[in-house]
Every structure is written in structure tokens, then in C-alpha cells.
């Protein structure tokens, strides 16, 4: 079944704790991006990436870092986690960067951070 | 500024009402294209359609139904005889080239749609 997963689901950490969020797909897709979803905010991104190597910012990048070391994966690092990064967040990947055939999205991951 | 605006926060419908969900998106591209997702209580984000800015064409599907307007730079998504199952918050999105050359996505701020029984 095509699709993206994303570990975990819920998570509650402390601040200033380091975490990872992953992000895997089975598709073959180039693009692929984090998104945070805030009541009355929508869905901002966090960061994309093009391809394996090629990563970039998006609205809301501080705070995170990616990587992108081979096309299907690409976790979502928090160094030093805050209580403002206490979010449900979402990664997804399309064929190009366009995303003309749409976003595939994971089931999301609730962050709390205490 | 935004770049996709949702106006409407929530709407509340009795079933089998009609119901229109507005978009209102800015760009300076020629090139771009419009999606609506749909986020049920569950969470997932589930892709309903996409436009290019070369169609205008309006969309059914089934219950559904697109209207494009790029005169009044315009998306709007009808739903014709609501039922509970449609309750969700629904979002509204944007492709464009950014200034870099790569693709930005934009979403706007969704709108929940509540269908009461």
C-alpha cells in the first residue's frame, strides 16, 4: 500500500530534550515536507526537500533540522525542544515539487512538550 | 498577506443542507495549482482535488463539486446534501513557484464544516 509513515503518533517529552520524528515513503517521491498544524494557523512548513541532499526552509524553520540522507526518508530533528513546539505535525511527499497530483500526508504525530 | 484565505472558521449545516466552502488564493504566477484537503476528526489529511490554473473547468464528483473562477482568483467547494460523515475541517491549498525558483505549498487556515443530524 502506498503510503508515508510517521513514528510516533503521540509523544511527550521535556524541554530541551532531543527528539527525532520519522518519516518514511514507499512510494519513489522527490519531494517530501514537514508541516506543523496550529489551531487557527492552518498548516505551516517547517522545511522540504527536493531530493537527497537538497533540503530548504520553509515558514517555520526554527527550532528543527532535517536530513535527507536517502529518498524515502526524512525525520523531522528537534535539538532542544520548547513548549511552543508543542504541535500536531505532519510529513508528506508528492511526486514534484509542484505537488500537481496532491500531497500524500502521514497519520501525524502530537507533540507535547512540558 | 495571505495567500489562500478560508474566511469562513466553521459553518454549521443540518443534513442534507447544501453547503459552499469558500477559497480566496493570491499569486503572481501563470502556472500554479489548487487542492482541497479534507481533515475528518480522526486527523488524516485526505487529498480531494486538484486544479491548474489553465483549467477553469468546474468538477463533480458526486456530491461534490468545484467552481474556479480565476477572474475573481476563486476555489470554492460545494457540497450538495450534506450528511454527518462530511463533518471535518476542510482545507484549501496553493502550488506556486516561489522567488528561489522551488515550489512552495501554501494551505490556508481550513474551515470546519459541522453537518448536524
Known amino acids: 500500500e502506498a503510503q508515508v509513515t510517521q513514528n510516533p503518533r503521540y509523544l511527550i517529552t521535556v524541554t530541551g530534550k532531543k527528539l527525532t520524528v520519522t518519516c518514511s515513503q514507499n512510494m519513489n517521491h522527490e519531494y517530501m515536507s514537514w508541516y506543523r498544524q496550529d489551531p487557527g494557523l492552518g498548516l505551516r512548513q517547517i522545511y522540504y526537500s527536493m531530493n537527497v541532499e537538497v533540503t530548504d526552509k520553509g515558514d517555520v524553520p526554527e527550532g528543527y533540522k532535517v536530513s535527507r540522507k536517502e529518498k524515502r526518508n526524512f525525520p523531522l530533528i528537534l535539538e532542544s525542544p520548547s513548549p511552543n513546539q508543542t504541535s500536531l505535525y505532519f510529513c508528506a511527499s508528492s511526486l514534484s515539487p509542484q505537488g500537481e497530483r496532491g500531497y500524500t500526508f502521514g497519520s501525524g504525530t502530537r507533540l507535547t512538550v512540558v | 498577506a495571505q495567500k489562500v484565505t478560508q474566511a469562513q472558521t466553521e459553518i454549521s449545516v443540518v443534513e442534507k443542507e447544501d453547503v459552499t466552502l469558500d477559497c480566496v488564493y493570491e499569486t503572481r504566477d501563470t502556472t500554479y495549482y489548487l487542492f482541497w484537503y479534507k481533515q475528518p476528526p480522526s486527523g488524516e489529511l485526505v487529498f480531494l482535488i486538484r486544479r491548474n490554473s489553465f483549467d477553469e473547468q468546474n468538477e463533480i464528483s458526486g456530491r461534490y463539486s468545484w467552481n474556479f473562477q480565476k477572474s475573481t482568483s476563486s476555489f470554492n467547494f460545494t457540497i450538495t446534501a450534506s450528511q454527518v460523515v462530511d463533518s471535518a475541517v476542510y482545507f484549501c491549498?496553493?502550488?506556486?513557484?516561489?522567488?528561489?525558483?522551488?515550489?512552495?505549498?501554501?494551505f490556508g487556515t481550513g474551515t470546519r464544516l459541522k453537518v448536524l443530524a
Open positions: 491549498a496553493l502550488s506556486e513557484r516561489s522567488g528561489s525558483g522551488t515550489y512552495k505549498y501554501i
